[in-house]
């Protein structure tokens, strides 16, 4: 099984689709559905960055919510379930509130990384590897982190002048590049990744 949680409510029963309000059921439509809804996403909160942008929680909730909301009801709220994928155990769910709210704190006492437009690009890649691998660990959300979380951090690369992350190197495989730098994650070696973002950050035009 590809995901297991302690009570595995989200999803149909012996399938990896969650259960959501237009009651699809089939992968391929339910993915087409995402990929679509995201999309939009990225256009909604690339058009509404300015320099009064806060990348705080409120802002990770919104992209999740604003994203999934049509589809499902847990959309914008973090999971009150244990999850594990494979061998790897993510935050439990009754210390998710209060890691979420030191990860950010952190993040905020950072400036959000909203002051990298003219600092060194590895500086920036080291910060973001870092934030990136904290909340892999944490998952706030039941599903759709992967997805979320590179929004997010493309959200705070615009910001700084810099395109949408490319990670177009990690490959197509089930045990791609950004998994594999993602377990390690789960150790507090967030190398892997830096690796990843660094080659993934062009300056924009
Ligand atoms: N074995 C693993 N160990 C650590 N992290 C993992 C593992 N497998 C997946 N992940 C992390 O979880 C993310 C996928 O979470 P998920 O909620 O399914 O998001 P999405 O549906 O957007 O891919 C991956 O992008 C990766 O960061
Ligand atoms: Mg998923």
């Known amino acids: 099984m590809k995901y297991f949680s302690d009570k595995n409510y989200i999803y149909y029963p012996n399938t990896n689709i969650p259960v959501?309000?237009?009651?699809?059921?089939n992968a391929e439509e339910i993915g087409e559905l995402e990929v679509q809804l995201f999309l939009k996403t990225y256009e909604h909160f690339h058009e509404n960055l300015d320099e009064n942008i806060v990348f705080n929680q409120k802002y990770l909730k919104d992209l999740h919510k604003f994203a999934f909301f049509k589809l499902y009801s847990w959309a914008g709220k973090y999971r009150d379930k244990n999850i594990s994928k494979d061998s790897t155990v993510f935050c439990q769910a009754v210390h998710l509130r209060d890691q979420m709210n030191g990860m950010f704190l952190e993040f905020e006492k950072d400036c959000y990384l909203k002051d990298f437009r003219n600092k060194p690009v590895d500086e920036f890649a080291s910060k973001i590897a870092y934030y990136m691998c904290e909340l892999i660990?944490?998952?706030p959300f039941f599903e759709l982190?992967?997805?979320t979380i590179r929004?997010?951090?493309?959200?705070?690369a615009v910001y700084n002048g810099y395109e949408y992350i490319d990670y177009r190197d990690i490959g197509d495989k089930k045990d791609n590049a950004f998994?594999?730098?993602s377990r390690r994650c789960m150790s507090g070696d967030c190398n892997l990744m830096k690796k990843i973002i660094l080659k993934g950050l062009k300056k924009g035009r």
């Open 179 to 181: 998994i594999q730098a």
């Open 151 to 156: 929004l997010f951090f493309d959200m705070v």
């Open 137 to 139: 660990a944490l998952h």
């Open 20 to 25: 959501n309000k237009l009651g699809v059921k």
């Open 145 to 147: 982190n992967g997805r």
